[in-house]
């Protein structure tokens, strides 16, 4: 079975501070891994995933398969960065394809 | 119209009874996916409907069934409510070719009373 575990509900950082929310993930097979953000009354959108290797809004994420995880880092918080994270890993089940996501990190930027 | 709508909004039920939730995907999306929301939790993947068969299922008893239809609405029926039943329910759809990109609705707020 797969999980994904994010230790920390809540996140406080003041602006211009680095930023990393972390992701642990259990799977037995080869892992995709994605960050969805769900800002202020706003719905769930994906951040970024870990096949593409890009920066989004200046976070980026690195899959270590070692230590099973996918942390989201960003050298300098923004106050537009505060929302709602959710780290999330897809899996094939019965043909199709699941999201299974961690239990979210709310992330606060203070000034 | 683009994006991924999702209605009621909130809805209120009281145990026992029977619930219909509806979604409208975006378009070309033959892919659709429903997962519940309890406070405080990540989504829950329910199920997953692929060209109107159902091709995936989560941890959800048979009271909690679908359909998808032509037009790239669904719904999601839940039978016989239970006080847990109260959660966001959110509807997410993407184009059955990929296996990212999923475009999330709103959700419903279902309160079981």
Avoid at chain 1, 34 to 52: A, D, K, N
Wanted: net charge positive; charged share 20%.
């Amino acid at each position: 079975a797969q999980r994904v575990t994010q230790p920390e509900k809540l996140l406080s950082v003041f602006k211009g501070a680095p930023v990393e929310l972390k992701c642990n993930y259990s799977y037995s097979g080869s892992p995709e891994l994605f960050w969805y953000v769900q800002y202020s009354r706003q719905r769930l959108q994906l951040l970024l995933r870990h096949i593409s290797r890009e920066s989004i809004k200046g976070f980026t994420a690195d899959l270590n398969k070692g230590e099973t995880s996918f942390h989201l880092k960003k050298p300098f918080a923004q106050e537009e960065d505060s929302a709602m994270y959710y780290c999330a890993l897809t899996s094939v089940t019965g043909g199709g394809n699941k999201l299974t996501f961690g239990t979210g990190t709310q992330l606060k930027v203070e000034l | 119209e683009t994006g991924v709508t999702q209605s009621p909004t909130h809805l209120i039920k009281t145990r026992g009874q029977q619930v219909t939730l509806r979604c409208s995907s975006q378009s070309g999306h033959n892919t659709v996916s429903w997962y519940q929301q309890a406070l405080g939790q990540g989504p829950q993947f329910i199920f997953q409907y692929y060209r109107e068969e159902e091709n995936g299922r989560g941890n959800f008893p048979p009271r909690f069934s679908g359909l998808q239809f032509p037009n790239y609405s669904s719904e999601l029926n839940v039978n016989a409510l239970e006080l847990d039943d109260s959660a966001l329910y959110l509807c997410a759809s993407r184009n059955g070719q990929e296996t990212y990109g999923y475009t999330f609705g709103s959700g419903t707020r279902l309160t079981v009373v």
